[in-house]
């Protein structure tokens, strides 16, 4: 009994990775086109073609991934509730990782809000500003990633 819990637990730490690998990706990726977006003229055949990349990068692998990686994650931190007791929430590397996971879901909610303003022709971000913050959820994710193999302050 214990090794299929060992191994169910196993599973679902592997998929979860799996999707925070892709939720990921498309986190680092939309701000990307959006740069190369800011170059096209609106009502253009290049302005369609990054507005059709943007919303099936959204629609098709950024929302499903995280709605996995909540899902999954979520199952984890209950099986974590009922091996640990509720305390191990309370030390400093969950709530760094608990910080960085409400900082990808705000970018990411930042982006599908960004990703409307170019499907209606109203952005109004610079190439620059987009290379720029492009990096930004994988500085969340070094934060996040530290925090939870260190598990310092435990």
Not at 94 to 122: D, M, P, Q, Y
Not at 123 to 130: K, L
Not at 132 to 153: D, H, Q, R, W, Y
């Amino acid at each position: 009994m214990i090794r299929d819990s060992v191994t169910f637990y196993n599973v679902l730490l592997g998929l979860h990775i799996i999707a925070v690998i892709a939720w990921m990706s498309g986190l680092l990726y939309l701000p990307r086109l959006f740069a190369y977006h800011t170059r096209a003229e609106a009502g253009s055949q290049m302005d369609e073609t990054f507005k059709t990349m943007e919303v099936k990068l959204l629609r098709i692998i950024i929302n499903p991934s995280m709605i996995l990686v909540f899902i999954l994650g979520g199952t984890l931190v209950w099986v974590d509730l009922q091996r640990l007791g509720p305390h191990f929430w309370l030390s400093p590397w969950a709530l760094t990782k608990l910080a960085g996971i409400l900082v990808l879901s705000g970018w990411h909610g930042f982006l599908a809000g960004a990703r409307r303003a170019f499907a209606e022709n109203r952005n109004t971000r610079s190439e620059h500003f987009w290379r720029m913050t492009n990096e930004l959820p994988f500085l969340a994710a070094i934060v996040i990633v530290l925090s939870v193999t260190t598990k310092f302050g435990s």
